[in-house]
């Protein structure tokens, strides 16, 4: 069964870096899946971040890519996002999520629980 | 705000049947067959119950059906049931090679 645990620092300060991590059990980071990052806000919308792909592809979204940046550690079977300069607007709860090929295209079929980010001062 | 537009809740009595939308542009879901839904209960991890449009993953009840015409997708919920109560929210690929989402339903079982 194949699950994904997101873990870092709660609360982050305005200016500062957010960073976390996701741990994948169940399934290995140099699949032919690519990994991905979303967030929630507190008034429900969501939004995409970024994808990876093991060999070190990536997508970002436009609205965040000077900001973000996402990376794998294969060893550990992780991957993980840092976004820096972070604002108020920042606030959310962070997912990560699988995205497999399911079809003759991929979709995020496996999510972890989120982990919720308080930027704050 | 969301880059899809869906209501922010639907109700509906068990057994009966409910229809979510899900609106977007010519630039997702009305030029992609890249649609998904998914199920999420606060507190856990969101479940993917259609891809391809209307493909349900091993396992998702075939209670569940996704349907598209122009540029609003649509998930319809038979037989309506008490633990079918949660939020439910739908995603689209988009011409730009990036995903969006909507800003999601409440789904309450009267």
């Known amino acids: 069964q194949v699950q994904l645990q997101e873990s870092g620092p709660g609360l982050v300060k305005p200016s500062g870096t957010l960073s976390l991590t996701c741990a994948v059990s169940?399934?290995?980071?140099?699949?032919?899946?690519?990994w991905n990052w979303v967030r929630q806000f507190p008034g429900k919308g969501l939004e995409w971040i970024g994808e990876?792909?093991?060999?070190?592809?990536?997508n970002y979204s436009p609205s965040l890519k000077s900001r973000v940046t996402l990376s794998v550690d294969k060893s550990k079977n992780q991957f993980s996002l840092n976004l820096k300069s972070v604002t108020a607007a920042d606030t959310a709860v962070y997912y990560c999520?699988?995205?497999?090929?399911?079809?003759?295209?991929?979709?995020?079929?496996?999510w972890g629980k989120g982990t919720t980010v308080t930027v704050s001062s | 705000q969301s880059a899809l537009t869906q209501p922010a809740s639907v109700s509906g009595s068990p057994g009966q049947s409910i229809t979510i939308s899900c609106t977007g542009t010519?630039?997702?879901?009305?030029?992609?067959?890249?649609v998904s839904w998914y199920q999420h209960h606060p507190g856990n991890a969101p479940k993917l119950l259609i891809y391809?449009?209307?493909e349900r993953p091993s396992g998702v009840s075939n209670r569940f059906s996704g349907s598209k015409s122009g540029n609003t997708a649509s998930l319809t919920i038979s037989g309506l049931q008490a633990e079918d109560e949660a939020d439910y929210f739908c995603?689209?690929?988009?011409?730009?090679?990036?995903?969006?989402f909507g800003g999601g339903t409440k789904l309450t079982v009267l």
């Open positions: 999520a699988r995205g497999s090929w399911l079809s003759l295209f991929y979709y995020m079929d496996v």
């Open positions: 169940g399934d290995s980071i140099t699949s032919r899946d690519w």
């Open positions: 990876i792909y093991h060999g070190g592809s990536t």
């Open positions: 010519s630039s997702d879901v009305g030029g992609s067959n890249y």
């Open positions: 391809d449009l209307t």
């Open positions: 995603s689209s690929y988009t011409t730009s090679s990036t995903w969006v």
